[in-house]
């Protein structure tokens, strides 16, 4: 029990501490922000600072802080250590600056935000990376929750896929305060509700909390902690789908000094709720073999059908389930809007007029329905790749923009690094990559990092020489 309050208060402390350092380091300010200048009605719409707090973690949180956690809970308690320091040191840190680096840039969309600092060569790889992992992503958020439904009811998973789609279709065209504004204040309640219940209930019916208390890998299946614990985990710690998310509220942000709370503060409610679902894993289970029992008996969705029907009984067990199964729907839906902003930006193409909207938004949904078809498990493989892949991406695209202007960039520098590191090792060691033995993998994961790094120094610090000698001619 200690364990788990003292990973929250860390969060909770290292929202106030390190957060407000990312935030002095910013430097947000009274500049007129792209919602009270660019109001259009459909996706630049002014909203108060609560409201999109609660759309930017319902669009950010998906099966990611759920699913995630409860396979990286396999691998023993170090999984709780990566989701407090990874939210607060890398996620965090990710989640602020696309979302602010978007308020800077008139609500523009993360490839134009990655070009216009690590330069045209990015922003063009950028585009196409990113619309592939919001497929990606809304495919993955459309089978995800339908499972979870079909497990509660008596419809089929097809059924569910069908009505998830149709939702996500409207979402995506619609002004984004007709659906997503109105339904989500009624989506956070009952999130609220999964997030307090389920840990509570662990205590109150006195489950042995983190039985196996060791930093060793407990895998049953001995799979290496790294780096593919810091690729499961994906969302609980940090995610690259985020920076895709966070440009969809820079365009509602009334004031820059809301930046924090909106977003660096929703990445840490995301941790939050990773950690509760590690907790689960690692609790409600008394042994990683009895928890990958569960899960190959029907993966993490049978895992949480299991957990909160057990814990919460009947009605409160399916209003926990419901919990789980929003967060998904609200970043699917979210993420095929968002591929319709990124095409739109790019092609410079109006989306004030309805029709318009059909155009792109028709064909985005007919190629995800052909992913959905794919095996759900090889989808998530790459989604988790890709996921981490784009946080790398735009943790660099944060160093360069603090480099031109000065600032310490090392905030964004480090867990860069990092990221580049983990998603390389695993590119080269995974199947689904080049399949290379891990000591060969790691090897090439650390030396393309330093790599990047050195490029990254010589580049921006040489520009930066060369801008100070003509600023002072």
């Given at each position: 029990?200690?364990?788990?309050f003292?990973?929250?208060?860390?969060?909770?402390?290292?929202?106030?501490?390190?957060?407000?350092?990312?935030?002095?380091?910013f430097?947000?300010d009274?500049?007129?922000?792209?919602?009270?200048?660019?109001?259009?009605?459909?996706d630049?719409?002014?909203?108060?600072?609560?409201?999109?707090?609660?759309?930017?973690?319902?669009?950010?949180?998906?099966?990611?802080?759920?699913?995630?956690?409860?396979?990286?809970a396999?691998?023993?308690?170090?999984?709780?250590?990566?989701?407090?320091f990874?939210?607060?040191?890398?996620?965090?840190?990710?989640d602020?600056?696309?979302?602010?680096?978007?308020?800077?840039?008139?609500?523009e969309?993360?490839?134009?935000?990655?070009?216009?600092?690590?330069?045209?060569?990015?922003?063009?790889?950028?585009?196409?990376?990113?619309?592939?992992?919001?497929?990606?992503?809304?495919?993955?958020?459309?089978l995800?929750?339908?499972?979870?439904?079909?497990?509660?009811s008596?419809?089929?998973?097809?059924?569910?896929?069908?009505?998830?789609?149709?939702?996500?279709?409207l979402?995506?065209?619609?002004?984004?305060?007709?659906?997503?504004?109105?339904?989500?204040?009624?989506?956070?309640?009952?999130?609220?509700f999964?997030?307090?219940?389920?840990?509570?209930?662990?205590?109150?019916?006195?489950?042995?909390?983190?039985?196996?208390?060791?930093?060793?890998?407990l895998?049953?299946?001995?799979?290496?902690?790294?780096?593919?614990?810091?690729?499961?985990?994906?969302?609980?710690?940090?995610?690259?789908?985020?920076?895709?998310?966070?440009?969809?509220?820079?365009?509602?942000?009334?004031?820059?000094?809301?930046?924090?709370?909106?977003?660096?503060?929703?990445?840490?409610?995301?941790?939050f709720?990773?950690?509760?679902?590690?907790?689960v894993?690692?609790?409600?289970?008394?042994?990683?073999?009895?928890l990958?029992a569960?899960?190959?008996?029907?993966?993490?969705?049978?895992?949480?059908?299991?957990?909160?029907?057990?814990?919460?009984?009947?009605?409160?067990?399916?209003?926990a389930?419901?919990?789980?199964?929003?967060?998904?729907?609200?970043?699917?839906?979210?993420?095929?809007?968002?591929?319709?902003?990124?095409?739109?930006?790019?092609?410079?193409?109006?989306?004030?007029?309805?029709?318009?909207?059909?155009?792109?938004?028709?064909?985005?949904?007919?190629i995800?329905?052909?992913?959905?078809?794919?095996?759900?498990?090889?989808?998530?493989?790459?989604?988790?790749?890709?996921?981490?892949?784009?946080?790398?991406i735009?943790?660099?695209?944060?160093?360069?923009?603090?480099?031109?202007?000065?600032?310490?960039?090392?905030?964004?520098?480090?867990?860069?690094?990092?990221?580049?590191?983990?998603?390389?090792?695993?590119?080269?060691?995974?199947?689904?990559?080049?399949?290379?033995?891990?000591?060969?993998?790691?090897?090439?994961?650390?030396?393309?990092?330093?790599?990047?790094?050195?490029?990254?120094?010589?580049?921006?610090?040489?520009s930066?020489?060369?801008?100070?000698?003509?600023?002072?001619?």
């Amino acid at each position: 029990m200690l364990i788990f309050f003292g990973c929250t208060a860390l969060l909770v402390v290292g929202y106030f501490v390190y957060g407000g350092l990312v935030d002095r380091l910013f430097g947000p300010d009274e500049r007129v922000t792209p919602a009270m200048c660019m109001a259009d009605g459909v996706d630049y719409v002014p909203m108060s600072k609560s409201k999109i707090f609660l759309i930017q973690l319902l669009n950010i949180a998906g099966l990611g802080p759920v699913f995630g956690p409860i396979l990286g809970a396999l691998y023993g308690p170090s999984a709780l250590l990566w989701i407090v320091f990874g939210t607060l040191l890398a996620g965090g840190v990710h989640d602020y600056f696309s979302g602010m680096l978007s308020l800077r840039y008139k609500g523009e969309s993360i490839p134009d935000v990655v070009g216009y600092n690590l330069g045209p060569a990015f922003k063009q790889f950028m585009r196409v990376f990113s619309i592939i992992l919001l497929l990606l992503v809304g495919v993955v958020f459309v089978l995800g929750p339908a499972k979870l439904l079909a497990n509660i009811s008596s419809v089929q998973t097809g059924i569910w896929v069908a009505i998830i789609f149709a939702y996500y279709f409207l979402a995506t065209i619609l002004p984004i305060d007709k659906i997503i504004g109105r339904l989500y204040p009624f989506f956070g309640a009952i999130l609220m509700f999964m997030a307090i219940a389920v840990p509570a209930a662990l205590m109150i019916q006195g489950y042995n909390m983190f039985p196996n208390l060791t930093l060793e890998n407990l895998h049953p299946k001995h799979l290496p902690m790294w780096p593919l614990m810091f690729i499961t985990i994906a969302c609980g710690a940090i995610s690259g789908f985020h920076s895709t998310q966070s440009p969809l509220m820079s365009r509602c942000v009334c004031s820059e000094r809301e930046g924090r709370f909106i977003f660096y503060g929703a990445m840490v409610a995301e941790g939050f709720i990773g950690l509760v679902w590690a907790t689960v894993g690692m609790s409600f289970y008394q042994s990683p073999e009895a928890l990958n029992a569960s899960l190959a008996a029907g993966g993490p969705a049978n895992v949480v059908n299991e957990a909160c029907i057990t814990l919460l009984g009947g009605f409160g067990g399916v209003l926990a389930i419901l919990g789980v199964v929003v967060l998904p729907i609200t970043s699917g839906d979210t993420a095929f809007r968002a591929a319709r902003l990124v095409i739109a930006d790019f092609a410079k193409y109006s989306q004030k007029e309805s029709i318009k909207r059909l155009y792109i938004a028709v064909p985005l949904f007919v190629i995800g329905f052909v992913i959905s078809l794919a095996n759900f498990d090889v989808i998530w493989r790459y989604f988790g790749w890709a996921n981490q892949s784009l946080a790398a991406i735009v943790l660099w695209t944060a160093a360069a923009y603090c480099i031109k202007r000065g600032k310490n960039h090392w905030i964004a520098t480090v867990p860069a690094v990092f990221m580049t590191v983990v998603t390389n090792t695993y590119l080269c060691n995974a199947t689904i990559g080049f399949n290379l033995p891990m000591d060969i993998s790691t090897i090439i994961g650390v030396a393309s990092a330093v790599a990047a790094l050195v490029w990254f120094l010589y580049t921006f610090r040489a520009s930066n020489i060369a801008k100070m000698a003509v600023d002072n001619a």
